[in-house]
């Protein structure tokens, strides 16, 4: 095996291992109880609301009918 298969295979998996703790840490530090928005009949109309009950989507009340 020369030197330049060595290297490849190891540039391989470096990134690999890369990958892998990036991964990781995301899993890490996401929070998986965190509510979330979500799409529901509302005050108003349909849209996407935030948990508090507030609507976060752009919308034109005037656009309703």
Do not use: K
Not at 2 to 19: E, K, M, Q, S
Not at 34 to 40: K, N, S
Request: hydrophobic share 40%; charged share 20%.
């Amino acid at each position: 095996m020369c030197i330049r298969d060595r290297l490849y295979t190891a540039f391989w998996l470096a990134l690999l291992l890369v990958f892998g703790v990036a991964a990781a840490w995301v899993a890490r530090n996401t929070d998986w109880n965190e509510p979330q928005p979500e799409w529901r009949s509302g005050n108003l109309g349909f849209g996407l609301y935030h948990p508090d009950g507030s609507r976060i989507d752009p919308h034109d009340p005037n656009d309703e009918m």
